[in-house]
């Protein structure tokens, strides 16, 4: 539901502001998205630590808080024109015959839908036709999905972990108000970073942190190798993101390729769900270690992509000369 409501948000407000303003709103955005993750993980820490409220007791604050997103949501501005729907169609002061008017009228509302399908299919095929949209999209997924899978039961981790200990500490909350804290940085360092190879080194070391997060039975090594790990996730899906955007010629359709690479990372991460922990019932130790397994995997694999594009343009280098 989260991602869902993410990608919808993105899409009302790149169909809300101009095209221009793109990067300055996607960063704003994403600023915003992890001060709210921060400020959450502040309070939660703050309410367990001072013992004001348990763990149960801040799914209440978690629900009014969504109630208050979903009010204030409506309040936010219309828009009036949209990327793919109820498209802006220009006028020209020309004599308009009333009858022909009306029935372009009534063609566009009964062909409204088939033009965003086609449309849409039209932007796709445009972006997926690029080789670097598709392997900058293929990073952004995969990274998603594995990044959301380790977040998603990282908490079980964490009491496993505990439960080992005679004097368990509980700084879960803080973990990941510096998780989130230190990502805006990381995202921020991204923004300025033009290196192709900096995802093959930062899966490599999202999957060492996992992997020591998992092995050494101490909390606080485990949440700094969680912190480690969630930091180095928003440098590589924030300089995905500006690779995406770069390569692609309508800047218009960003939002629709970013909806369906969060798709794609969404689905993944189902799917790796329902592999490990539904059909394997993997413990938690060692679905951890196998997705530690997969970001050494995504960093080969890109890696070894990498090293063939840079020995393809030497090979044309070459040839051209």
Not at 132 to 151: D, E, G, M, N, T
Not at 188 to 205: E, K, M, T
Not at 234 to 242: C, E, G, V
Request: hydrophobic content about 45%; aromatic content about 14%.
């Amino acid at each position: 539901m989260y991602m869902a409501t993410e990608v919808a948000y993105y899409t009302y407000i790149y169909a809300k502001v101009d095209p221009k303003k793109y990067p300055l709103v996607t960063s704003c955005t994403r600023i915003a998205s992890l001060t709210g993750r921060f400020l959450s993980g502040v309070s939660s820490q703050l309410l367990i630590h001072f013992k004001f409220m348990d763990y149960r007791e801040l799914n209440y604050i978690t629900l009014t808080a969504q109630i208050l997103a979903t009010f204030w949501a409506l309040w936010l501005p219309p828009v009036k024109y949209g990327i793919y729907f109820h498209r802006r169609i220009s006028t020209i002061n020309i004599p308009v015959d009333k009858s022909s008017y009306k029935n372009s009228e009534k063609r566009t509302f009964t062909s409204n839908l088939i033009e965003a399908s086609s449309l849409i299919l039209k932007h796709s095929k445009a972006a997926y036709s690029r080789p670097k949209v598709i392997a900058w999209s293929a990073l952004y997924a995969v990274a998603l999905a594995l990044f959301v899978q380790a977040q998603t039961y990282i908490q079980i981790l964490w009491r496993y972990i505990q439960k080992e200990q005679s004097n368990p500490v509980l700084y879960n909350g803080a973990a990941e108000a510096a998780t989130t804290l230190l990502g805006a940085g990381a995202a921020y360092i991204a923004s300025y970073d033009r290196q192709s190879f900096s995802p093959a080194l930062s899966s490599a070391i999202q999957g060492i942190a996992l992997f020591l997060t998992t092995y050494i039975s101490n909390v606080f090594v485990s949440y700094a190798g969680y912190v480690v790990m969630g930091v180095m996730f928003h440098y590589i899906i924030t300089l995905a993101s500006a690779k995406i955007a770069s390569q692609l010629i309508d800047d218009s359709c960003f939002g629709l390729i970013f909806g369906i690479n969060t798709l794609l990372g969404v689905a993944l991460q189902s799917l790796l769900t329902y592999i490990l922990l539904q059909n394997l019932e993997f413990h938690i130790t060692t679905h951890y270690y196998i997705v530690s397994g997969l970001f050494i995997t995504l960093a080969t694999c890109w890696l070894v992509g990498w090293i063939l594009h840079i020995a393809h343009n030497k090979k044309q280098n070459v040839n051209s000369n």
